[in-house]
């Protein structure tokens, strides 16, 4: 793998972050969801105790990466604001993490359905 293709894909994956937290979130619900027989409420089930170890700790991996990312990926944008202009890829993977910013925006305020965003962050 050149030098060119390994930071493509490490921006990649660094815009993917708010996406694949929100299917993170979703996916331990679900688990919970499983384990409980109902959807889990907020300050009464902890995820911890119901949702296997890896998958907690992916998660909240992934929510660490998260508040590291918005200003990496914001400074990375305005450092190379040319490239980013130019390059059409560029902009489109900047484009997928503000609709992810977005979107979790979204969840966790104006829409939660199941209020899973509201039991997450219990």
Do not use: H
């Not at 490490?10 to 499983?34: K, M, Q």
């Amino acid at each position: 793998m050149t030098g060119r293709a390994r930071i493509e894909w490490w921006f990649s994956a660094l815009c993917a972050i708010p996406w694949l937290l929100i299917v993170g979130v979703y996916t331990e619900a679900c688990v919970g969801r499983l384990v409980l027989s109902r959807w889990p409420r907020p300050m009464f089930d902890d995820p911890k105790q119901f949702a296997p170890a890896p998958l907690v700790w992916t998660v909240n991996v992934l929510e660490l990466s998260f508040v590291v990312a918005i200003p990496v990926l914001t400074g990375l944008a305005l450092r190379n604001w040319r490239k980013v202009l130019t390059d059409w890829r560029y902009s489109v993977l900047i484009g997928v993490f503000a609709a992810g910013l977005l979107a979790i925006f979204i969840l966790s305020t104006a829409y939660d359905p199941g209020r899973v965003w509201k039991w997450f962050w219990d």
